[in-house]
């Protein structure tokens, strides 16, 4: 069974601090994607990596999919409050037809 | 573009009792998917239809839920009868594509339910 395991499961930082969260599995994903879900909202698409090794930026936010196509991690600079949400990674199986998610890290940034 | 919407946005009930939920997914997404997301927990498929068809529904508890998409737009997701255990939130989504783990899912608000 394929499983997606985030850390950490909760991460409380002041404004302006930097962090890293993580995606990590013990199967080969074809990509993973990774969503941010605001309270009462639904999950809303950050962006999709499908080459291993591959860095995508968006604004102060840089994901990086694992070589081996493994893992994958979020990296957020300079943090600021409207930051603040649940960061979901997920990945297809079953040829790509189903999404399996990993349980989140819940990020809250301070002001 | 309008997004995913979904009915209630909140509901109430006592176990046993029975309860559905609505979507209307994206004008001309033909993909519709059903999530159950506990909290703490990320979201977890229940079912996901192509058009009217089921492509998927083997992590449905069947002897309790049903799904259905008539006419391959809107759907509704049925309890009956509720358990303790189906607390949760229950997301919609819909995608132009069946191939969802490369293209964009678009999520509704959800629907909070809460079964005492």
């Known amino acids: 069974t394929q499983l997606l395991e985030q850390s950490p499961q909760f991460l409380s930082i002041q404004e302006g601090e930097n962090l890293t969260v993580y995606c990590n599995s013990s199967s080969v994903f074809s990509s993973l994607q990774w969503y941010r879900q605001e309270p009462g909202e639904g999950p809303v698409l950050l962006v999709t990596?499908?080459?291993?090794?591959e860095v995508k930026k968006l604004k102060r936010l840089t994901f990086q999919f694992g070589d081996a196509r493994k893992d994958s991690s979020l990296h957020i600079t300079a943090a600021q409050p409207g930051d603040t949400g649940l960061y979901l990674c997920?990945?297809?199986?079953?040829?790509?037809?189903?999404?399996?998610f990993g349980a989140g890290t819940r990020l809250f940034v301070k002001a | 573009e309008a997004g995913v919407a979904q009915s209630p946005r909140y509901k109430i009930i006592e176990k046993r009792q029975s309860v559905a939920f609505w979507c209307n997914p994206i004008?001309?997404?033909?993909?519709l998917y059903w999530y159950q997301q506990i909290l703490g927990q990320g979201p977890k498929l229940l079912i996901q239809f192509q058009n009217n068809g089921v492509v998927d529904d083997s992590q449905l508890p069947k002897d309790r839920f049903s799904a259905e998409r008539l006419k391959g737009v809107d759907s509704t997701l049925k309890i009956q009868p509720a358990k303790l255990e189906d607390s949760a939130v229950y997301l919609c989504?819909?995608?132009?594509?069946?191939?969802?783990?490369?293209?964009?899912?678009?999520f509704g608000p959800g629907t909070r339910l809460t079964v005492l």
């Open positions: 990596v499908v080459t291993g090794g």
């Open positions: 989504a819909s995608s132009s594509s069946l191939l969802a783990g490369y293209n964009e899912q678009f």
């Open positions: 997920a990945g297809p199986y079953t040829g790509g037809f189903k999404t399996i």
């Open positions: 004008s001309g997404h033909a993909t």
